[in-house]
């Protein structure tokens, strides 16, 4: 019997789900839900298995025998999972820090860094690179005392001090502790202040790989332009700390994002050329066996042993198990007994949309392509563009849902995209890898062995950049699990309605019909600017960037989002040359960042900022762009009233105090905020910067009316915001100036339920692009996105 005809051995994938779904339950419900269903199909094992006992002894139907084992197996699994996620969720919700960082207390902590520092998108609060990294928790400091206690931590600094520390490193800090958005066994987040307090020594085999990747790097500098050696280290071992963010951002639009992070493929290849290798010089299966082990124990260390490198070498495995055997349905109680282990040593993983595209795309590439394949083959295709073109197709079909459930977005260019540059992956990586090696030894020997993967690095560039710049290339939908659900119904129908000719002409007629229309306004869209338009939410990443209009050709800027590009193209779409007033609520990159995309090629009256010069770092930024730019920099307090044109201006905050302190400045600069409400002719506008509950609860105090038509929701929609500052605004619309994947978990889901529950419509840039807000025809307000409007009475 040959593999395609062999039946899918399923037995384990119930087992996975199981494992899974309770492991969830534990993460999102907490343990007391975890607990009861650990108890229940503990209850429902024991019934199964004793079912199963007395039924042996009996004629029974071997299928319902094996059906028996799977659910008893099943049932017990998942109870064991359930009752270990109700521990680890018990013990995160009785952690000493939970309490300290639900007040925001500060306090020094020794963490052991368990991956390297990731730069963010923004910008620090001070100007500087703002680093993200996972750290296991060792011992909390409170000035009384210190207590030796576990568990994880996510710490965000800025100082360049961090920037080159390697995980292993036992690293003590200063910081102010806060609440974590994600649910996934973190205790706290922590926001360093400043550098750390000391630094212990990285171990060997740390040091080691952290030679590796940086001899890589130079290599790559050394022989490279400047965007293919960001891009070879991203490709080989996953570092894209040098890879520009216009190419990340060009690489995500595209759909290629995946090749810049360790995933299954990586591995895949570099175990496929090591077996390439140890067969072409004759040594035999179990040697080639060692050495290829050898070979992916070394990749995980150069990647990092985080888990998702863990997952990526388990799934790549899995994947090269399929190729090299030919029995890919075999591979599917490996993929389950994969996840199955994963799990139990990384509980997390199991709300890592990583994970769950890792694990899908695996499943695609055993079950799907090999399917397309053959359908290919019978239409005559030649087996390398069969299979280039179904391995494409299988992983976008599997993992659509997925993207359109974490990011609310699908790339109708990925498929095309993954198509040309498939034959160029895996030389470059192959390359890089061999580079890293030989770098390790001689630095100009790599120097030169790099400059091969120029060529094929230029094309996937190439691709990366004209797929990105297809307009309409990548469609909004619902996020979550309504836009899951959404795409896989459409990708089912499609494949059902593909298996028959007379179908798929009907098929390509309606796809053409709807691209003759579709694609010219996404070209030019005729219903952008809105007619009438008072206030603009545009879409700039994580971060503000918003616009007034004053109803004369001018415009009043609020903040400028963390990067110059994408402030710079909105106000070209609103066709703004002049500007009345530049405002910086406050002194965060991901709001005064983008402020030379504002000032360039623009007449502009003045720049205002809030009542405080910190954090030092922001108002040397402002001030020199100002300087550069030869506007005016000017100070706005509570009690101004501004009129330009049809707007009027009514700076209500900030109300706390000062800070006068850098140090205190960074814990405070969100309360500080400037807090203005805009009188335009759609209704009023409330915008409020990054101002927190202690800055929303002065405002309450003070008596000021803070009712308005449409609120610019805090903070990006963090849990920051008070319950009883939405009930005194009680808007009808509220807007999110959100970054698409941001690594905070904004918007916070419970905020938006409470202004769903209050009745207030809900925009938001990460969903919807720029945002504008008009007066429609019939005296309703109206909010309007790029793709979509909708009517708020």
């Known amino acids: 019997m040959t593999d395609r005809e062999r039946p ?170 806060a609440v974590p958005e994600r649910s996934d066994l973190t205790v706290a987040v922590v926001r360093a202040t400043g550098p750390p307090v000391s630094v212990d020594p990285p171990s060997t085999i740390e040091r080691w790989a952290g030679g590796v990747r940086a001899r890589l790097a130079a290599a790559a ?35 290629l994002s995946h090749l810049t992070a360790v995933s299954g493929a990586n591995v895949s290849i570099v175990l496929g050329a090591v077996l390439l290798v140890v067969r072409g010089i004759g040594i035999g299966p179990r040697a080639g066996a060692v050495l290829a082990g050898v070979a ?14 863990l997952r990526a070498a388990a799934m790549g495995c899995v994947a090269l198990l399929a190729l090299v055997t030919g029995r890919g349905k075999q591979a599917i109680p490996a993929l389950a007994a994969s996840v199955i282990v994963l799990l139990a040593l990384f509980p997390s993983l199991a709300v890592d949309f990583g994970f769950a595209l890792s694990v899908v795309a695996t499943a695609g590439l055993v079950i799907v392509a090999p399917v397309l394949v053959d359908w290919l083959r019978k239409r005559g ?20 849902p997925v993207v359109a459930a974490m990011s609310g977005t699908v790339s109708v260019v990925s498929i095309v995209a993954n198509i040309l540059v498939a034959p160029v992956v895996a030389p470059i990586t192959v390359v890089g890898a061999v580079a890293a090696i030989v770098a390790v030894a001689w630095v100009p020997a790599a120097v030169l062995l790099v400059r091969i993967a120029s060529p094929p690095l230029w094309w996937l560039l190439q691709v990366a950049d004209r797929a990105a710049a297809v307009p309409g290339g990548t469609i909004a939908v619902a996020g979550g699990l309504t836009g899951a659900v959404v795409v896989a119904v459409v990708l089912a ?15 390509l007629a309606l796809t053409v019909g709807v691209a003759a229309v579709w694609v010219p306004t996404r070209v030019y869209s005729p219903g952008w600017p809105a007619d009438g338009w008072a206030f603009v939410a545009c879409d700039v990443g994580q971060g503000d960037g918003l616009v007034l209009s004053t109803g004369d050709g001018r415009a009043v800027v609020v903040d400028a989002g963390p990067d110059p590009g994408p402030m710079d193209r909105c106000l070209r779409r609103l066709g703004i040359d002049e500007i009345a007033l530049v405002i910086v609520t406050h002194l965060h990159a991901d709001h005064y960042g983008g402020l030379d995309g ?133 808007p009808r619309l509220a807007v999110i100036s959100v970054g698409a994947g941001n690594p905070f978990g904004h918007p916070n889901p419970g905020i938006v339920d409470r202004l769903t529950a209050s009745g207030a419509v809900t925009m938001r840039t990460d969903v919807d692009g720029d945002v504008a807000v008009v007066r429609s025809g019939s005296g309703a307000l109206a909010v309007v996105g790029r793709s979509h409007g909708t009517i708020v009475r």
């Open 8 to 177: 899918l051995d399923l037995r384990l994938v119930p087992s996975a789900a199981a494992c899974w779904a309770v492991t969830l339950v534990g993460l999102l419900a907490g343990w007391r839900p975890a607990m009861v269903v650990a108890i229940a199909l503990a209850g429902v094992g024991t019934l199964a298995a004793a079912l199963l006992v007395w039924r042996r002894g009996r004629a029974t139907r071997p299928v319902l025998i094996d059906v028996g084992v799977v659910v008893v197996a099943a049932a017990l699994l998942g109870a064991g999972f359930a009752a270990a996620i109700a521990v680890r969720a018990h013990a995160v919700a009785v952690h000493p820090l939970v309490h300290k960082a639900a007040t925001g207390a500060s306090a020094t902590l020794t963490v052991v860094l368990a991956d390297d520092p990731k730069p963010l998108r923004s910008k620090g609060f001070g100007g500087s690179r703002q680093l993200m990294i996972r750290g296991s928790l060792q011992s909390v400091a409170d000035g009384r005392a210190t207590t030796r206690v576990g568990g994880a931590v996510l710490v965000f600094a800025e100082a360049p001090q961090w920037e080159d520390l390697l995980p292993g490193q036992r690293v003590t800090l200063r910081g102010r502790l």
């Open 381 to 400: 295709w030649p087996r390398w563009l069969a299979e280039m073109c179904a391995v494409a197709v299988a992983a976008f079909a599997v993992t659509a």
């Open 598 to 730: 504002v000032l360039d090629g623009r007449a502009v009256g003045a720049i205002a900022i809030g009542p405080s010069n910190l954090p030092g770092g922001g108002f040397r930024f402002v001030s020199g762009a100002a300087a550069r730019a030869g506007v005016s920099l000017v100070r706005l307090e509570p009690g101004r009233d501004l009129v330009l044109g049809q707007l009027r201006l009514q700076v209500l905050g900030p109300l706390v105090p000062t800070p006068r302190t850098e140090e205190a400045a960074d814990d405070a600069a969100n309360d500080t905020s400037l807090v203005v409400r805009a009188s335009t002719p759609a209704g009023t506008v409330l915008l409020t910067g990054d101002v927190e509950a202690a800055g929303q609860r002065a405002l309450l105090r003070s008596g000021v009316s803070l009712r308005a038509d449409v609120l610019k929701l805090p903070h990006h929609g963090s849990r920051t915001t008070a319950p009883e500052f939405i009930a005194a605004v009680r």
């Open 296 to 309: 992916l124990a070394a990749f995980v260390v150069i990647a990092r042993p985080s888990p998702s490198v």
């Open 221 to 255: 500098t050394a022989a490279l332009p400047s965007d293919q050696a960001g891009l070879l280290p991203g490709l080989v071992v996953g570092d894209t700390s040098a890879l520009p963010q216009q190419t990340k951002d060009a690489f995500t639009a595209a759909g």
């Open 493 to 507: 129908v499609a494949a059902l309605v593909a298996r028959h000719p007379w179908s798929r002409r009907i098929l």
